[in-house]
């Protein structure tokens, strides 16, 4: 739960959260974009982003 956000039931409505904080963005979100150094990584739900081995990649590392 994040501290001082409001919801809003808006039926359409777009926000762009620059976030690093995944529990904060999973929670939030419908849907997600990843970047790694200006590339996109991935697009779509926040399972959908989750379980994709480019941002697994990028973010949780490689094993060499």
């Known amino acids: 739960s ?8 808006l039926p359409i409505s777009t ?3 620059i976030e690093h904080d995944m529990a904060v ?3 939030l979100a419908d849907r997600v974009v990843v ?3 200006g590339k996109m ?3 779509g739900t926040p399972s959908e982003v989750q379980s ?5 990649d990028a ?6």
């Open 2 to 9: 994040v501290t001082g956000v409001q919801t809003c039931a």
């Open 25 to 27: 963005v999973m929670d």
């Open 35 to 37: 970047l790694d150094y």
């Open 52 to 56: 994709n081995q480019a941002v697994i």
């Open 15 to 17: 926000i762009a959260l």
């Open 59 to 64: 973010y949780l590392g490689v094993a060499h």
């Open 41 to 43: 990584l991935a697009d």
